[in-house]
């Protein structure tokens, strides 16, 4: 079993739709990213949150240490927010720990 | 503006020949960091490194070799030994503690 858990692998949806990406993990962190990776491979940072819920946009990511389980959502989605998301958690010596990554594609 | 350059881009290799692979920053980052994403994984860490001229093996190190001479650079040497080499690597730094990474744009090997 991976340490880090996404769910689901693919999502499909129209232009508009409410989207929830989740993403269990089963150790100790300090801190979870949650990561942004469009076709050309390149990678972005879009939130590092380590309690509470984060907002920027139309992205929310939240999460919950007691239950280790984090959720980023996308409001009202558009066809440029398809990309793969990907968890990752930071262990100890800043080492991350990446889940397998969500490919969300929204359809116009 | 700061980042991280990866270079080249693509890159193709014959079997059994050592290749390398640019990892370059100017954001005075002291951790950078090498990754390997393989179709349908998660990246996994090859090496890693804190400090100039130290560097730290990852879950992955076997048939990979690094240098950090510089605070700027790190360098991945792809060698021979590495049964797989085919795939996308990723090069990450991280300011400190409680700060975010940043990824450069990454170099997709083929081996031919």
């Known amino acids: 079993k991976n340490e880090v858990e996404q769910s689901p692998q693919n999502l499909t949806a129209q232009e508009g739709e409410f989207i929830t990406i989740n993403c269990s993990y089963s150790?100790?962190?300090?801190?979870l990213h949650w990561l942004q990776q469009h076709p050309g491979g390149g990678i972005v940072s879009l939130f590092m949150?380590?309690?509470g819920k984060k907002k920027h946009g139309r992205l929310i990511a939240t999460i919950n240490i007691q239950e280790k389980h984090s959720s980023l959502h996308i409001t009202a989605s558009h066809p440029r927010d398809s990309a793969v998301y990907i968890c990752?958690?930071?262990?100890?010596?800043?080492?991350?720990?990446f889940g397998q990554g969500t490919r969300l594609t929204i359809n116009p | 503006d700061g980042g991280i350059t990866q270079s080249p881009k693509y890159l193709f290799r014959k079997e059994g020949q050592n290749v390398t692979l640019s990892c370059e920053q100017n954001?005075?980052?002291?951790?950078m960091y090498w990754y390997r994403q393989d179709p349908g994984q998660g990246l996994r860490l090859i090496y890693y490194?804190?400090?100039?001229?130290?560097?730290q093996k990852g879950d992955i190190a076997e048939g990979y070799s690094v240098s950090r001479e510089k605070k700027e650079s790190f360098p991945l040497t792809v060698t021979s030994a590495q049964k797989n080499p085919t795939a996308f690597y990723l090069c990450?730094?991280?300011?400190?503690?409680?700060?975010?990474?940043?990824f450069g744009s990454g170099t997709r090997l083929t081996v031919v």
């Open positions: 990752a958690v930071i262990q100890g010596a800043q080492k991350l720990v």
């Open positions: 949150l380590s309690s």
């Open positions: 990450a730094t991280v300011r400190g503690t409680n700060y975010g990474y940043t």
């Open positions: 150790v100790g962190i300090s801190a």
């Open positions: 954001l005075n980052h002291d951790a």
């Open positions: 490194s804190q400090i100039v001229n130290d560097f």
